[in-house]
């Protein structure tokens, strides 16, 4: 099922210390004209395919910064234009949090929204706005979203983004983001850099799986107290389950099923794929969407799959699990082409083998 | 304190600074079962931890409030272990019998509840029906409402909402009680204390491992499927 990363704005609250969006781009705001473009092409795209559903994550920048008028509009947008196939079009979110407001809550529940994705950092001026990235006041901010969410019985899940600065201390971050949210449900993800490492964050594959190595036995002895916690939760699953539940990254099939709409209706490949300026399938405005899901150039995302399994990773263990990881990683400006593992693809055969399979005795795929 | 017969079904809480007369307590000891009564004795005074421990052999339902002048943790410990896995039948002693009882892998427990201090479950009420959040509260006069009435809506009190969302304050920043394994079962209750790694913080971990064991064991039980005869 098609999932579009949607970022009407890239424009955000916050200055953390790992992302330079906002300084890289000049921040963009999609217009209410091409916000209803979109889903008249979305409405044309699942009236042809009306056994698909789309997720259409509204993502940024900050979404929340578009203001609840914007959503508003979106919601008469989508009721006037995709009368028929708006209960095939699933809504997410993306967000800081912290502009929640009481006010989004009711347009969110139109929408079909009951769960927000998000994000935290415990550590001191890593997120947080202006040139000091004040955390405090970001940390407050976001408790406020939490309540507003939690008083209106909606959900939450949380990424985690490894830095050079969390490194010393990966049990103590660990239980504090379990303890955070005892219900479960946080991911931690390295910090991906995609231009200069100007506040010292960046840190190496080797780095983030001993970071998530010296967490992994406490996660693994205590499963029952720290519910879905990833990639751990994933990897686990993936065993029992034998990779039907991969994610994005690591299933080798975004081909056809991943698309990026950004705020001038520009699209690409997925998020990542726009971070990079590459695998760009024209604007909104001048394609329709079962065009740009058909794009010729998303060949090459399965070809990667199928090269890889004769070359790169030919014979590796953990194929089923990594599939080469994410092809937009596997960028790099410096080389031509996405035909090459990533670094990241050796993060996971490492963490496999130094911590997953020593700790629990299992053997991957022998 | 000498206590009557005529408080059968009265549920007591008893809070003393320390045992008293062990004797005099002996000659009541038949009342004392009749009654619905928890004896609570001062953290601060060492002898009240083995006392804790007679009472409880003696099938005294008891515990042990937390004075901010002392707790003497390696003896508390010892009556942790004690409470969880004493062989020889005992009764409850506080808070760990409530923490272990109440455990859950996933959500927070408020032992206060045995104190009557978790304004989830308990608000204290004046006499010209005033709200108060705990009984300190109450006696310092700090209200969060002034009308009895607001009672049945009390969840919308914004004195109320703030307290209850009072343990995010924790987590503005990484700390030794938002960094503790145990937060669960503790929620900072002793974040006063300047080293917390050798006094509360072993403890609750322990404490946690006991009520995760008595879980599993509670869980077994009710998986076991027997035969009708």
């Known amino acids: 099922m098609p999932t579009i990363i949607f970022k009407p704005t890239e424009k955000c609250n916050s200055n953390c210390a790992y992302c330079d969006v906002v300084v890289r781009k000049a921040p963009k705001t999609m217009s209410l004209e091409l916000l209803e473009t979109t889903f008249i092409k979305i409405n044309e795209y699942l009236l042809e395919k009306n056994d698909e559903k789309i997720t259409l994550i509204w993502h940024g920048g900050e979404p929340l910064l578009l203001g609840v008028d914007y959503y508003k509009t979106a919601l008469k947008f989508i009721n006037q234009h995709c009368a028929e196939t708006k ?5 997410a979110m993306q967000s800081n949090l912290t502009l929640m407001k009481q006010e989004f809550i009711e347009v969110f529940r139109d929408m079909g929204i009951h769960h927000l994705g998000t994000s935290f950092e415990p550590i001191a001026n890593i997120r947080g706005s202006g040139k000091e990235i004040n955390s405090e006041l970001y940390n407050k901010k976001f408790f406020e979203g939490i309540n507003i969410l939690k008083e209106n019985n909606f959900g939450w899940g949380f990424i985690y983004v490894v830095t050079k600065k969390a490194l010393a201390k990966p049990l103590d971050i ?30 190496t594959p080797q780095e983030y799986v001993d970071f998530i190595g010296e967490i992994f036995p406490v996660w693994l002895k205590n499963r029952k107290h720290f519910k879905d916690v990833d990639p751990f939760k994933t990897i686990m699953k993936n065993i029992e389950e034998e990779g039907e539940s991969l994610g994005c990254v690591d299933s080798g099939t975004c081909a056809y099923n991943h698309l990026y709409i950004g705020p001038s209706g520009e699209t690409s490949q997925c998020g990542r794929a726009e971070d990079w300026g590459i695998v760009n399938y024209g604007n909104i405005n001048d394609r329709s969407l079962r065009e740009i899901f058909t794009d010729p150039r998303r060949e090459e995302f399965l070809t990667r799959t199928k090269y890889l399994l004769e070359n790169d990773c030919a014979g590796c263990r953990f194929w089923k699990i990594c599939h080469g990881g994410c092809p937009l990683d596997a960028y790099s400006p410096k080389e031509e082409g996405l035909m090459r593992k990533t670094a990241w693809c050796d993060v996971r055969k490492l963490f496999m083998e130094k911590y997953f399979e020593p700790i629990t005795g299992i053997k991957f795929n022998i | 304190m000498r206590v009557s017969e005529k408080w059968e079904g009265i549920p007591i809480h008893i809070f003393a600074h320390r045992f008293g007369n062990f004797m005099q307590f002996i000659e009541q000891r038949t009342i004392y079962h009749k009654l619905s009564v928890r004896v609570f004795l001062s953290s601060e005074i060492e002898s009240n931890y083995k006392d804790l421990q007679i009472l409880s052999s003696l099938g005294i339902e008891c515990g042990v409030y937390f004075s901010d002048k002392a707790i003497q943790w390696d003896k508390l410990g010892d009556l942790m272990y004690y409470a969880a896995y004493g062989k020889v039948q005992h009764a409850g002693i506080e808070p760990f019998d409530f923490l272990i009882k109440k455990f ?3 959500s927070p427990i408020d032992f206060s509840n045995v104190y009557f201090e978790n304004p989830q479950q308990y608000l204290h009420i004046s006499d010209d029906g005033k709200i108060a959040l705990s009984a300190i509260d109450l006696h310092i006069g700090k209200f969060i409402s002034e009308d009895l009435n607001e009672i049945d809506n009390i969840e919308q009190n914004e004195l109320y909402k703030k307290h209850l969302n009072n343990w995010q304050n924790y987590f503005m920043n990484l700390g030794d009680c938002s960094c503790c394994p145990a937060w669960r079962i503790c929620l900072g209750k002793f974040h006063k204390l300047e080293d917390k790694k050798t006094t509360c913080q072993p403890l609750f971990n322990d404490l946690m491992e006991a009520a995760e064991l008595f879980y599993e064991k509670k869980s077994n039980l009710k998986q076991k499927e027997l035969c009708q005869p």
């Open chain 1, 87 to 91: 209960h095939l079009i699933e809504h």
């Open chain 1, 174 to 203: 660990f239980y504090f983001l379990s303890n955070l949210k005892l219900s479960g449900g946080f991911m931690m993800n390295p910090v991906l850099i995609y231009g200069e490492d100007e506040n010292n964050v960046a840190i």
């Open chain 2, 104 to 106: 859950e892998y996933n």
